[in-house]
């Protein structure tokens, strides 16, 4: 995986434990900066499930593609392969707020007709959305995971999200939607991303 960029692809402690002790901490002190009473009945127990909640929102910090990828069958099938609609839940990194949408995949597999299965799709997107993102790179990195694990001949990965940072704070507009996509390969050939981008529906 020598391609990758340590910038683009920040690099994490697998062996990492989320200290859910000090997150909650700094959310009694943001309680504070915000004028609650972190007291009050309704937010004695908030630093605490915060706290469990973050935890939970970045689990892919310690996740790699190579086991999200393992399982793959030689069907010898060496054309198109469209997976549409995986939903997911991210953060964004600027803001720490969440990012939703869809994302669709397209690949051709390698020589031997290497293919996965949908559930381990899904499972490379929401790993890549468990973490501090910001969208461009969470679609390079599926596109990318697939050409190094599988050898993919090809892929187009196209992410469509809405982020409230935009819908509820700062330009304040609710449902604009931001697409990214990222293309690998053959699919970089205008025909068969053509073919791949109407399956899409774009
Ligand atoms: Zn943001």
New binding site residues.
């Given amino acids: 995986m020598s391609s990758i960029d340590p910038i683009a692809n920040p690099q994490y402690d697998k062996n990492h434990v989320v200290d859910q002790e000090r997150i909650a901490n700094a959310v009694r002190e943001i309680l504070l900066a915000i004028g609650e009473d972190p007291k009050r009945d309704g937010l004695t127990k908030t630093p605490e499930r915060v706290a469990k909640a973050y935890a939970e929102l970045v689990a892919g910090m310690r996740q790699d593609p190579v086991e999200v990828l393992s399982t793959t069958f030689d069907l010898g099938h060496e054309e198109l392969v469209i997976v549409r609609d995986i939903r997911f839940n991210s953060l964004?990194?600027?803001?720490m707020?969440p990012?939703f949408g869809n994302a669709h995949i397209a690949y051709i597999p390698d020589e031997s007709g290497r293919i996965t299965g949908l559930s381990k799709l899904a499972r490379l997107v929401d790993m890549y959305a468990r973490r501090l993102q910001v969208q461009e790179r969470f679609t390079t990195q599926i596109a990318d995971a697939l050409v190094e694990v599988m050898h993919a001949s090809g892929v187009l990965v196209v992410v469509d999200a809405e982020?409230l940072?935009?819908s509820m704070r700062g330009a304040n507009q609710p449902g604009s939607r931001t697409l990214t996509s990222a293309v690998r390969g053959q699919l970089r050939k205008a025909a068969t991303r053509a073919e791949a981008m109407s399956l899409l529906g774009y």
């Fill in positions: 964004c990194e600027h803001h707020l990012f982020h940072c935009m």
